[in-house]
Structure formats: C-alpha cells, structure tokens
C-alpha cells in the first residue's frame, strides 16, 4: 500500500471512531439507551467536601422516582429497568408505583438482588413503594401512616386520593449503620406559583407537610433519608417561603440537596418544576452521620417526572 492509501485508510478508521463515540454520545444524552443498559455517571466530581479528618464509612445513592401511574406495561418496564440497570444505586423511594404493571414486573428484578416494601397492608400507600439492594442492605422494619383521605369532585377540582408516608429501616451490611428511608408524595393542584392555592388540596398538603416536620428529629436510625414528589417547586418555595412551606416547616430539621448543592445543572424534574426531593434529616447531620455529597436529575425515561438521584456519604 502507497503513502496516500495508507493515509486514505488511516483517516477512514478515524472517521469510524469518530462516528462510533457520536452515536454513543446521542444515546446518552437523548434517552436512546435501551432498558437494561447503565447510563454514564455524571456524578464523578464531589461537590461537597468530605467532613475534616474523616473518612467515610460508605457512599450510597438514593432515587426518588414517580413512574406515572397511565404509563402501560412497556414504558413501565422501561423504566424500571433504567433505574434498577444503574450500578451505583442503592435504594429507590417510588411513587404512583401502585399500578398493576409495577407489581407483576418487579419478580424479575428481586431475581436481580433488588427487594420492594409495597405497604399493601396500609390501603393505598402501595404506590409509595421503596427499594433496596439486598446485597448491600437488610431490611429490620417497615410502616407506613395515612396522612389524610382523599377527596373527590364535590370537594375539589382536582380529585385526590388519600396519601401516606411509607418507611424502611435498613441496616448498610458493610459498614453496621442503619439507615432510614422516608417516602411519600404530596397533593398535587397545591401551588400557584410562590403560593399555596386556596383549596382542600393545599390545606391537606400543609398538614402533611406538618406531619413530617415534627418527626425529621424523632426518627429512629443512624442516618434518615427522605425522598418523594412534593408537588411544590423548591424555586418557588426557596424565594418565597409560604407559610406551611418545605422550606419553613423543615427549617433546621431536614435539608434536601437542593438547599445543600443548588439548582445548577441540574434540569427540573417536571416541567420547568424541581418537585422531586431527597432529603437528609438535620439530626443526622449534626451528627456527623451523613452528608449529601453530589446530585442529579436523570434522563432517558417515559414517565413525565425525571427521577433525582443523590449521593449520600455515611460516616460512623
């Protein structure tokens, strides 16, 4: 082969590369990953400084999730997969997971090491489901408790159902720690823009929000963690602190990362709105128990809500 064909050859292997790391690039960045692929990290950095002197006893990831309870079985299994395929989560706070395809599809995911506390027993807290890693958690209690019923299309224009918070205890098999998960969803039809709306909806959703902020400091475990869809954006509730808000009724007793890291980078979670959270309970903090480290929403999926996942350091 002449000098201009090994030239030829060399920019045609070059192109193909090229084309190659492009394709891969779009997949990542547009959702076209199938189910069961992992998608990149882009969490690699640390935002938050480890604590002075202290290294931690381990790094856990939690995502809060709300599938969308009219996706059918295929966009449902999408879904799942995505988030379960993701190496470096550990537990997983759902809601809207009370549909008839998350339920059947899950087996095949306890066959893959993850373990779900569906809350059957507490009519209509299934949805609020929550998962773990088997491998890296095991399970020492479970509750859940009704925050207020539902209300139909006499009392509101948009109907609700009753809601509840859910809870696993987990104890971390590699470092001895128990850890609390805490999840729920809020009323939705609560928020104006800055603002409570005056409805049924929104006085339920202050009482549930009331509910939570007094026990934040009372909850049992080495680190408590809160995740959920709170139907309130955290730029609104940040700027403007309604009365009976998050950031009001939380203050001093539960941070979430949005507070601890901002909103830089990271895409709203559903339409323009950040209402997914997770939290850390101040008392574990304070502690020297835990800190969130990094976070991110996470693209890719069918469901109308991008999932927020957060990195957790556990330190003993």
């Known amino acids: 082969m002449g000098r201009r064909g090994r030239v030829a050859a060399g920019l045609a292997l070059l192109v193909a590369v090229l084309l190659v790391v492009l394709l891969v690039v779009?997949?990542?960045?547009t959702?076209?990953?199938?189910?069961?692929?992992p998608e990149q990290d882009g969490e690699a950095h640390e935002r938050v400084a480890r604590l002075e002197g202290r290294e931690p006893a381990a790094t856990?990831?939690?995502?809060?999730?709300?599938?969308?309870?009219?996706?059918d079985r295929a966009d449902t299994?999408?879904?799942?997969?995505?988030?379960?395929?993701r190496g470096g989560v550990d537990v997983v706070g759902w809601q809207e997971a009370h549909t008839e395809h998350f339920v059947a599809l899950h087996p095949r995911y306890r066959e893959q090491g993850w373990r779900t506390a569906y809350f059957g027993e507490a009519k209509g807290s299934q949805g609020d489901a929550i998962s773990w890693r088997s491998d890296r958690f095991a399970l020492l209690s479970r509750d859940a408790w009704e925050m207020h019923p539902g209300a139909g299309p006499r009392a509101t224009q948009r109907p609700f159902a009753a809601r509840y918070v859910t809870s696993v205890l987990l104890r971390h098999r590699a470092s001895g720690l128990t850890v609390r998960v805490v999840n729920t969803h809020v009323n939705h039809f609560i928020e104006t823009g800055q603002r409570f709306r005056r409805n049924i909806n929104a006085r339920y959703a202050k009482r549930h929000l009331a509910w939570l902020a007094e026990r934040w400091d009372t909850w049992s475990g080495d680190v408590v963690v809160g995740t959920g869809d709170y139907n309130f954006d955290h730029a609104d509730d940040r700027d403007a602190r309604p009365v009976g808000g998050?950031?009001?009724r939380f203050a001093g007793r539960a941070v979430s990362s949005y507070e601890t890291l901002g909103l830089a980078g990271v895409p709203a979670t559903l339409e323009g709105r950040w209402v997914d959270y997770v939290f850390l309970a101040q008392q574990s903090?304070?502690?020297?128990?835990?800190?969130i480290a990094t976070h991110r929403s996470l693209g890719g999926f069918r469901s109308d809500h991008r999932p927020l996942q957060?990195?957790?350091?556990?330190y003993r």
């Open 26 to 29: 779009l997949a990542l960045t």
């Open 31 to 37: 959702g076209l990953l199938g189910p069961g692929t």
């Open 60 to 71: 856990i990831r939690v995502v809060s999730q709300n599938v969308f309870h009219d996706m």
């Open 77 to 85: 299994e999408h879904d799942m997969s995505r988030i379960f395929a």
């Open 246 to 248: 998050i950031s009001r």
């Open 285 to 291: 903090i304070d502690a020297g128990r835990a800190q």
């Open 310 to 314: 957060a990195t957790v350091r556990l």
